[in-house]
């Protein structure tokens, strides 16, 4: 489930359209040096009066399941008897367990009208695993560079960024960031008509109901409040979220050791941004070695190991070093590394890291290198992508569209030590003992990772939308044919979709590997393209039978998409209807969920996301099992591309390679059908 940040992007890039043109059309304000802007509608104007996340029916989401069982038969452990045995088990569901789980699910339900199904349930999976965060849930997004070189010095670019966040956090708090909606018309952006919304009283979706008449969908953002000033605490069998409303400050890792940097006056106004760069010049000129035993390690630990470590930590005086960390506004962290020109060195600096330098536990973490490459990693409880990159978007446009401080301004001298200070912990051998443990381990998980990232500027944004075929749909296939390419069967996908329309939604799962996918990819599969006998290229019979096979794939793909949007997928129902039977009503775990085929359907081998924002450049995340891919993509204005990560047992490598070759494949078939 952990690839699921990221790939929670579904509409993000609308949404950014979306805000440009509502700036353009002065439904929100610039405003004063402390906030980013001062909207019409108030931040929270649409929570409550959000649609609630539906309940699939029972019988609905069984008939989905099962077809897309059906589309892994070939897979080593998917076969017409096992799909027929699961067919039999999902029958046996229907008729005993389902309909008693599915009541008990609705009745819950309807007495939790402020929330979602999934909303409890999505956060003790996450909570509840013991499971290191690092390569198991932390993604990371990199920036784009500022477009004046000169402004990516590292200080001056994290001291631009950090302003930014600040401005992001006082506007939010302020209630005057504009809401998060998704504009599908123009009517809806005029400033006469957010007026009038913004006077209409939230009972009986009064508020919703014209915005959604003139295309316009505000979006959920009850996980807002988790963005910044917040953490995971580790505890016994289910960690803890815990946000720090009147923090004032930043904390500062670097070469392995910690600092704290204020940012915020005790009035709440922001530090000068000249005081902040002359904190982190001060960092950067700190010419001590890396700690022995750096305490960071330990976030990148078993959750219960690192539960036991802190609660030493605090009964050895190391409370106060704790809770300067834990109540950060954010972790900013400065890496040393200059060199960051490919996939795989982005993921060895913004995916893991130095561990002695990354505080994994942090809701966010911006990190900048020493050439100004930045990115944000972040943790995935709280979360998803519309809250996510609503703040990345924000900070990059301030930071580099109406930046603070300029790469040659006059250095402060002297005058700001009052607002740095280090943080040094007191460390028994117990502790020093458990750190070393910590970074063996940490280090030899993170060098088992490869990576390898390829471009097509055959096909781009544009070429895609003249072809009038879906970017998503064809990178879905294409990662469908060079997974077939590679091993010769299909394999369990995930594309996370944000359900971000509903109260407290989190995501579903969008399962790309569909029948209508398989077709398609057997079909270019037998071409033979890598042989001289190319018929994509040479039986235009053939390529118009495949060109008809690969808009079917694209087809299916927009409409299990669009399910997922609505809560009508079936995987988020199947989780909470296996939750309610064994958390709340403490049955024994019911046969569908035991079924062989379940089990393969959820080892999910291809995890994969996509990322849409101007501000964004690449995004990247681990497998989320042993033998799979962690296959980040993107569709842009010059080309499309992905950057892929895999565990040493498999040859990411070649992977890449054969969804080049098959990105290669579908331009040929498109072409040829002018």
């Known amino acids: ?118 909303s409890q349930p999505w956060f ?34 994290s001291t631009n960024m950090i302003v930014a966040a600040m401005k992001f956090m006082k506007t939010y708090n302020a209630k005057i960031l504009s809401p998060e909606v998704y504009y599908l018309k123009e009517d809806a952006k005029s400033p006469g008509f957010q007026r009038m919304v913004k006077f209409l009283p939230s009972t009986l979706m009064l508020r919703y109901i014209p915005m959604m008449k003139y295309g316009a969908y505000p979006l959920d953002m009850s996980q807002f409040v988790n963005l910044l000033s917040s953490t995971r605490i580790p505890r016994e069998e289910r960690d803890e979220l815990v946000t720090y409303p009147s923090s004032k400050h930043i904390v500062v890792l670097r070469n392995g050791h910690i600092y704290t940097v204020q940012t915020l006056k005790d009035d709440g106004g922001i530090i000068d941004a000249a005081t902040v760069k002359a ?22 630990t078993n959750r219960d190991t690192w539960c036991r470590v802190r609660e030493h930590l605090l009964s050895t005086g190391n409370a106060e070093m704790l809770e300067a960390v834990d109540s950060a506004i954010l972790c900013l962290v400065l890496d040393d590394k200059k060199d960051i020109e490919s996939p795989n060195e982005a993921v060895d600096v913004f995916l893991h890291g130095d561990g002695a330098s990354r505080w994994f536990d942090k809701s966010i973490s911006l990190i900048i290198s020493g050439n100004g490459e930045a990115a944000i990693n972040f943790e ?35 005058g700001y030590s009052d607002y740095l200070k280090r943080i040094e912990f007191n460390l028994d051998d117990s502790v020093k003992r458990s750190i070393s443990e910590a970074r063996e381990r940490y280090n030899d998980d993170v060098s088992k990772i490869r990576v390898s990232g390829k471009e097509f500027p055959k096909m781009h944004k544009e070429y895609l939308k003249k072809k009038k075929i879906s970017p998503d749909g064809v990178l879905q296939l294409a990662i469908q044919v060079g997974h077939y ?78 399910q997922a949007a609505m809560g009508q997928g079936f995987d988020r129902h199947l989780f909470g209807l296996r939750h309610i039977a064994e958390q709340d009503l403490g049955l024994k775990t019911p046969g569908i969920f035991l079924d062989p085929s379940y089990v393969t359907m959820n080892h999910i081998i291809l995890s994969t996301s996509t990322l849409a924002s101007h501000a964004a ?53 498109l072409e040829g059908s002018d």
């Open 380 to 414: 995935h409880a709280w979360g998803d992508g519309v809250a996510v990159m609503r703040c990345f978007n924000e900070i990059f446009d301030h930071s580099t569209l109406t930046p603070t401080i300029s790469h040659d301004s006059l250095a402060v001298v002297g």
């Open 279 to 300: 904190c982190l010049n001060d960092i950067l000129a700190d010419k001590r070695p890396p700690p022995d035993h750096s305490v960071a390690y330990m976030t990148s």
């Open 124 to 157: 003790d999976m996450y909570l509840k695993s013991r499971l290191p965060l690092p390569l198991n849930y932390n993604p990371f997004i990199t920036f784009k560079r500022d477009s004046n070189e000169a402004m990516n010095d590292q200080a001056t670019r």
């Open 485 to 562: 390419r590679l091993c010769g069967h299909p394999a369990a996908t995930y594309e996370s979709c944000s359900t971000s329309a509903f109260k407290h939604g989190r995501t579903e799962t969008i399962r790309s590997c569909t029948l209508e996918a398989q077709a398609a990819a057997k079909a270019i599969a037998r071409a033979n393209v890598s042989g001289a006998n190319n018929r994509l290229k040479t039986d235009a019979t053939y390529r118009k039978e495949v060109e008809s096979l690969i808009r079917k794939s694209c087809d299916r793909h927009n409409e299990i998409t669009k």
């Open 1 to 118: 489930m952990r690839a699921a940040s990221q790939r929670t992007f579904t509409h993000i890039k609308a949404i950014q359209k979306s805000r440009a043109a509502l700036c353009l059309n002065k439904e929100y304000s610039t405003e004063s040096s402390e906030h980013l802007h001062r909207s019409i509608l108030p931040t929270l104007h649409f929570q409550d009066c959000l649609p609630r996340l539906p309940i699939p029916k029972l019988e609905d989401t069984a008939q989905r399941y099962l077809r897309s069982l059906r589309a892994l038969e070939g897979h080593p452990d998917v076969n017409s008897q096992s799909i027929y045995d699961t067919e039999s088990a999902v029958k046996s569901f229907l008729k005993y367990e389902g309909p008693q789980l599915q009541l008990a699910l609705l009745a819950k339900d309807a007495q939790n009208r402020h929330t979602s199904y999934i």
């Open 617 to 669: 450049n690449m995004g990247g995340f681990a497998p989320v099992v042993p033998d799979g891919f962690g296959v980040g993509y993107g569709v842009r204005d010059n080309m499309v591309g992905c950057n892929i990560t895999s565990y040493d047992n498999r040859d990411v490598a070649a992977f890449v390679d054969a969804i080049m070759a098959s990105l290669e494949d579908i331009y040929t078939v």
